[in-house]
């Protein structure tokens, strides 16, 4: 454990040095002699030796506090009580407390912030928190120092994880009411993980920015062909916490200067569907006359031509036996829905005919009975006829009293005989 720790202050104190000669040719407009560097070298060594600093900054641990939630993550401003949390560890795939490496976020004084480094380094895949904690036999042994107990630096490193006695909230982060009774509700703030956050970051990372998906990536900008598939996220949005002052709202933030990537959140999109299950009347419901609005065009300008022969007569059949082919398409499709969907309380005002004929639950009384045929057919042709006059309400108004009988005359509900036999020559297409 010591040699972990020794390593993370070897390598504070290199950066200490550097940052001190830096600083001294800034104020001095020159390098350090000898005498000087040595000065900055032997502060440096003072500053960093094991039992210096871990003495030092237990004292300071009070200025900080560890959390997973930290709320200046919903709002730089808000304040609220620190929450330290992770879930048990269980193997199902997700990104979540628990199923990371353990870690957590701070806030508190930015000059301290080294602490929570320190606190979160790992030895024997425990963090030195955990060892502190749980008072491990290498945390014993190695900071148990002659002019101090490893339990005064147990009692004041632990403050990091103290709360305070009354918990509270800021009006500044997101909060819902979450009803526990009819009238009773929980105050909920929500707070995101940052280290959840920052482990997200991590692994989009490692997908966007692999050596694989560079070469992919390069090799199609230079028009060559590649078979292999990047592995790429789509629709991400990057967020930035604290602009230009990234330390003040956690130390993983400053870590991942205030960058972080989200992933989209929203609810499942619901496929609109293209056909409408009918709740009480197939016509109404399922079938839309615009769809079908090229066909009666066709049929208004073969109904007005005043030749009236056999080939004018054909052509009106051949008009409704498109019309009939597509309503056909529809049914079908309503039949591929699940068997016994009429049978549910949504549709039980359905006409039981219309039922027969789009359930499969009633494939076999398709097959034996007419009744249910002739009732339909019936119906199709009253719908036909009705889309007509809709299309076409001008020309509907023209037929005087006399011609409007005749044309009445001539259908089975209200459809020209050439309408009639095109049903009839499709009948069976809707068993």
């Known amino acids: 454990m010591k040699q972990v720790i020794e390593e993370f202050l070897n390598e504070r104190k290199e950066s200490r040095i550097k940052t001190k000669i830096k600083d001294f040719v800034k104020k001095e407009n020159k390098n350090p002699n000898e005498i000087e560097t040595r000065e900055i070298?032997?502060?440096?060594?003072?500053?960093?030796?094991?039992?210096?600093?871990?003495?030092?900054?237990s004292k300071n641990a009070y200025q900080i506090k560890i959390s997973t939630h930290p709320?200046?993550?919903?709002?730089?401003d808000a304040k609220t009580s620190n929450i330290y949390f992770f879930g048990t560890q269980k193997n199902d795939g997700f990104l979540r407390s628990g199923n990371i490496d353990s870690g957590f976020d701070g806030f508190?004084?930015?000059?301290?912030?080294?602490?929570?480094?320190?606190?979160?380094?790992?030895?024997?895949?425990?963090?030195?928190?955990?060892?502190?904690?749980?008072?491990?036999?290498?945390?014993?042994?190695v900071f148990n120092f002659e002019n101090i107990g490893f339990q005064k630096i147990r009692e004041e490193f632990l403050s990091v994880i103290e709360t305070s006695k009354s918990e509270y909230t800021s009006e500044k982060v997101k909060q819902i009411y979450?009803?526990?009774?009819?009238?009773?509700?929980?105050?909920?703030?929500?707070?995101m993980n940052s280290f959840i956050s920052s482990?997200?970051?991590?692994?989009?990372?490692?997908?966007?920015?692999?050596?694989?998906?560079?070469?992919?990536?390069?090799?199609?900008?230079?028009?060559?062909?590649?078979?292999q598939k990047i592995e790429d996220l789509l629709n991400l949005f990057k967020i930035s916490y604290g602009g230009s002052n990234a330390q003040n709202i956690s130390t993983i933030n400053s870590k991942n200067n205030g960058k972080f990537y989200l992933l989209p959140s929203l609810p499942p999109a619901i496929e609109k569907r293209e056909i409408r299950l009918p709740k009480h009347n197939f016509f109404s419901d399922s079938l839309n006359p615009i769809r079908f609005k090229f066909h009666f065009e066709q049929l208004e300008k073969y109904f007005y031509d005043k030749r009236n022969n056999k080939k004018i007569r054909d052509s009106i059949t051949n008009i409704v036996g498109?019309?009939?082919?597509?309503?056909?398409?529809?049914?079908?499709?309503?039949?591929?829905?699940?068997?016994?969907w009429s049978e549910e309380e949504n549709y039980k005002k359905l006409p039981k005919n219309q039922k027969i004929l789009l359930d499969n639950i009633y494939q076999e009384t398709r097959n034996e009975d007419d009744l249910w045929l002739d009732n339909f057919t019936e119906e199709l042709s009253h719908w036909i006829f009705k889309c007509?006059?809709?299309?076409?309400?001008?020309?509907?108004?023209?037929?005087?009293?006399?011609?409007?009988?005749?044309?009445?005359?001539?259908?089975?509900?209200?459809?020209?005989?050439?309408?009639?036999?095109?049903?009839?020559a499709n009948k069976e297409y809707f068993r």
């Not at 440096?44 to 900054?57: L, P, Q, T």
């Not at 425990?126 to 749980?134: E, F, V, W």
């Not at 009774?181 to 707070?191: A, P, R, V």
């Not at 597509?326 to 079908?332: L, N, P, R, T």
């Open 41 to 57: 070298i032997n502060n440096a060594n003072n500053e960093f030796s094991f039992e210096n600093w871990v003495i030092a900054k």
């Open 71 to 76: 709320s200046k993550f919903s709002h730089p």
């Open 108 to 141: 508190g004084n930015a000059a301290q912030m080294d602490i929570l480094k320190f606190l979160n380094l790992n030895y024997n895949d425990i963090s030195i928190l955990d060892h502190i904690k749980n008072q491990s036999d290498e945390f014993k042994e």
């Open 178 to 191: 979450f009803l526990i009774n009819k009238n009773e509700y929980h105050n909920l703030s929500i707070l």
């Open 199 to 227: 482990q997200l970051n991590k692994r989009i990372i490692e997908i966007k920015f692999s050596d694989q998906a560079k070469e992919i990536k390069k090799l199609k900008k230079d028009k060559r062909f590649s078979n």
């Open 322 to 340: 498109n019309i009939t082919d597509d309503v056909i398409k529809i049914i079908y499709k309503i039949r591929d829905f699940k068997t016994g």
């Open 388 to 424: 007509y006059e809709k299309f076409f309400k001008e020309s509907a108004k023209d037929f005087g009293d006399y011609e409007l009988a005749g044309f009445e005359r001539r259908i089975n509900i209200n459809l020209p005989y050439e309408i009639k036999q095109a049903l009839t």
